[in-house]
């Protein structure tokens, strides 16, 4: 397991954009698929994106695509999630999450952040 900490959430007008940044512990960083859930107040949590270990293949939950990016930065044990033109819907708890492979279900993810709070006024 790794050790996930989030940050660069905040307080952001509808339209505008905010990057998200994923530090994570362990040797082990460079061979992890990495992504990022969202999760609102009383509902589940629900996939955003996800990434492979290298960077070369990336999936997004249909109301994120063409909207946000997510990509890695291995030297730096690092992942990014970059959130345009967001939307009042787009606020939440949003968490950086390892695992073995890209996959939109949370149970794949073995290791979790504590979340950022991104909230998007209208």
């Known amino acids: 397991q790794v050790h996930l900490v989030e940050s660069g959430g905040g307080l952001v007008q509808a339209g505008g954009s905010l990057r998200l940044s994923c530090a994570a512990s362990g040797r082990s960083f460079g061979s992890y698929a990495m992504g990022w859930f969202r999760q609102t107040p009383g509902k589940e949590r629900k996939f955003v994106a996800a990434?492979?270990?290298?960077?070369?293949?990336?999936t997004y939950s249909d109301s994120v695509k063409g909207r946000f990016t997510i990509s890695r930065g291995n030297a730096k044990n690092t992942v990014y999630l970059q959130m345009n033109s967001l939307k009042p819907d787009d606020t939440a708890l949003y968490y950086c999450v390892a695992g073995l492979a890209p996959s939109s279900r949370d149970a794949d993810f073995h290791s979790w952040g504590q979340g950022t709070q991104v909230t998007v006024s209208s």
């Open positions: 990434i492979n270990w290298n960077g070369d293949s990336t």
